[in-house]
């Protein structure tokens, strides 16, 4: 459930759980931009910055982020990338947020953003993204403390909001002060609307030089500082940002093309390199595919890691796509072969957002009345060949084809790069390359990056008058079916997806046609009943080869810093590629520029390109 929220008369929100108002909305726009924006020495601070990262304590009812997103809007010399992290442990209702804005119409436009993203907000973080990507909320939703030890980034700006310490005493006690202090740089500024002693003093404990400052009426003060602390902070070394230049990405499916956009936001020029002659020439050429977050009763990491993908993806796709001919936000029921639901037993409000179990309307529709089955809201098809060419439009990429690349070699007196054909000759150049390059990316590292190659085949026809079954949404759960993708001429249903590892056959076969067709005769008997036969010609095949890892994660991040430095890869999206890519573009991107991530720390690990030993030789 999202947080119950009292209206006074006077219109400020009020907290029954805390006793206590939102402190950002007492006094309006004019005390937040005071006391957060201005106390941290914003906007001047971050003028000419390529990206400034400020972290905050409480969202409560987002106020702070819109001021902050606002100033940055008007500000010509803003930052290239503003990064806006905020914990919160009881995430209002996009409802009650938009009503607190109202108060500010100059707000509004970006509350009702805002708004728009606000959705399925369960513990663990959510990237929202604003700004054609260069405004990032990550909202972390749990327990600050916990929150603040997820995350990995220096922060420029400290916004500490909450409750007051009379009413909320964990937010602002010393080991939530601790934490915030490990995620600071020296010289990172803070701000705040208590001058409590207890905060003052366990400020002053973790490294910080702080002040009161006069405030506005009807505030009187308002507290400002630094981390500033004697001694030199023990924390792991930050990692190293790198400074944009240009790079090249080997591959260009779907996690090329967004590995591409990510880092051509951030000011990189991209070149990006493919054996075929257009972009999405490999799995990511598929005709449509499903967008699917996965659920697990115990809310597996690969549940949570779906989430933020979907939403990544969804992001993307609304702002790149046109909707109902390139993508669709559908719905897609899932049938559990099992009998269970699949879903965790405590689902509150924010994960019926996502998924929950099918009502009778939604089964009766797909002719599934006696089945088990559960539906998830944010979900839909995708024909991923669109996504690749809009992210490749980013005016930071440049795209070549019919280059297979053989062999890369780093030159040691300059340190970068050289990516050579078969007969030995250079195709281009960069201190950074991006392997996206499906399964072949294991070849082209010759040690050997822990690869298979999956071989996948669907069925797909163009629809008929008179194949009345073919209605509603698309189904998962024994392989698939979408019911209908407008195309060119009319629209197609499509089915599969066969899966035979280590064979990197792309002929299409009549087996498999087959073996879709079975699947389809148990996942959906109606709508197969009235399908052509399978075997007849109008029914039609496509294969291509899936890349997956040997625990079926992606590969995200540098080879092997130590011996392979510069080289960095961004593969093995396995079965779920639509779901993955473009999260895991952000990630890389992020670990790269010693960003915010995308996603909690621990998810982020068990994608390391290192998790299953190092390649040993360049
Ligand atoms: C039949 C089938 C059905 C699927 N259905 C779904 C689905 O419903 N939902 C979902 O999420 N996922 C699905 N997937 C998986 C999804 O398609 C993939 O995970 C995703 O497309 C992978 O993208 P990629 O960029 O990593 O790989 P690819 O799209 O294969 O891109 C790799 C690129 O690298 C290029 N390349 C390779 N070697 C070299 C070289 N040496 N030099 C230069 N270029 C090179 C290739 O030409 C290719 O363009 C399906 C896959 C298949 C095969």
């Not at 970006?110 to 909202?139: D, I, K, S, Y």
Request: aromatic letters at 8%.
């Amino acid at each position: 459930m999202t947080e119950v929220i009292e209206w006074l008369p006077d219109g400020t929100p009020y907290s029954p759980r805390y006793g206590d108002r939102y402190r950002s909305e007492l006094g309006g726009l004019a005390q937040a931009r005071e006391v957060f924006l201005h106390g941290c020495g914003l906007p001047a601070a971050w003028a000419d910055q390529p990206q400034w990262r400020i972290l905050e304590t409480g969202f409560g009812l987002g106020l702070n982020f819109l001021v902050t997103w606002q100033a940055w809007k008007a500000d010509p010399q803003r930052p290239r990338l503003l990064h806006f992290v905020s914990c919160e442990i009881h995430p209002a209702s996009a409802a009650d947020m938009l009503r607190g804005a109202a108060a500010h119409p100059e707000l509004m436009p970006l509350a009702q953003q805002l708004q728009r993203q606000m959705w399925g907000l369960l513990p663990g973080f959510h990237r929202l993204v604003f700004e054609e990507g260069q405004v990032l909320l990550t909202l972390c939703i749990g327990e600050a403390r916990a929150m603040l030890r997820e995350q990995l980034f220096e922060a420029d700006s400290v916004y500490l909001d909450g409750f007051s310490p009379a009413k909320n005493p964990g937010i602002w006690d010393i080991h939530t002060l601790k934490a915030v202090a490990r995620c600071c740089r020296r010289g990172t500024r803070i701000a705040s609307w208590t001058v409590a002693r207890v905060v003052l003093d366990g400020l002053a404990q973790c490294g910080f030089e702080v002040r009161k400052t006069s405030g506005l009426a009807p505030k009187r003060d308002n507290l400002q500082g630094e981390f500033a602390p004697q001694w030199e902070p023990r924390k792991a070394a930050p990692a190293k940002a790198v400074t944009p230049t240009n790079c090249v990405v080997i591959g260009a499916g779907l996690a090329g093309a967004a590995v591409a956009a990510s880092l051509a936001r951030r000011g990189w020029q991209v070149e990006v390199l493919d054996a075929h002659d257009a972009p999405a020439g490999g799995a990511s050429g598929l005709p449509a595919g499903l967008l699917v977050p996965h659920i697990s009763p115990d809310d597996s990491l690969l549940s949570r890691l779906s989430r933020c993908g979907v939403r990544a993806t969804l992001q993307q796709a609304e702002a790149l796509l046109q909707a109902g001919e390139e993508w669709q936000a559908s719905g897609v029921l899932e049938r559990r072969m099992d009998g269970g639901s699949g879903l965790p037993e405590d689902g509150s409000g924010a994960g019926c957002d996502w998924s929950q179990a099918a009502s009778p309307e939604q089964l009766a529709q797909a002719s599934l009345e006696d089945a088990m089955a559960c539906w998830h809201h944010r979900a839909g098809w995708i024909k991923p060949a669109r996504l690749v060419n809009a992210l490749l439009t980013h005016p930071g990429i440049s795209w070549r084809g019919g280059l297979h690349a053989a062999k890369l070699q780093r030159e040691s007196a300059t340190g970068s790069w050289q990516v050579l054909d078969s007969l030995g000759r250079p195709l281009a150049q960069a201190d950074i390359v991006v392997l996206a390059a499906g399964y072949n990316s294991a070849q082209l590292q010759e040690s050997g990056l822990p690869l298979q190659a999956i071989r996948g085949q669907v069925s797909w026809a163009w629809r008929e008058a008179g194949q009345a079954a073919l209605t509603g949404c698309p189904v998962n759960g024994y392989g698939s079916f979408i019911p209908a993708v407008p195309a060119e001429g009319g629209s197609f249903w499509l089915c599969g997806a066969s899966f035979h590892r280590d064979d990197t056959d792309t002929q299409s076969r009549q087996h498999d046609q087959q073996t879709n067709f079975e699947r389809l005769q148990t996942l959906l008997p109606d709508a197969a009943r009235c399908l052509p036969p399978f075997e007849s010609p109008k029914v039609q095949a496509w294969a291509a080869i899936r890349c997956a890892s040997p625990d079926r994660l992606p590969l995200v991040g540098p080879v092997n810093e130590a011996t392979h430095p510069g080289l960095w890869v961004h593969t093995a999206m396995g079965s779920r590629g639509l779901t993955f890519a473009v999260v895991c573009a952000e990630l890389l991107a992020a670990l790269m520029h010693a960003e915010p991530l995308p996603m909690e720390h621990r998810l982020a690990r068990a994608l390391t390109a290192q998790r299953f030993g190092l390649p040993a030789k360049s």
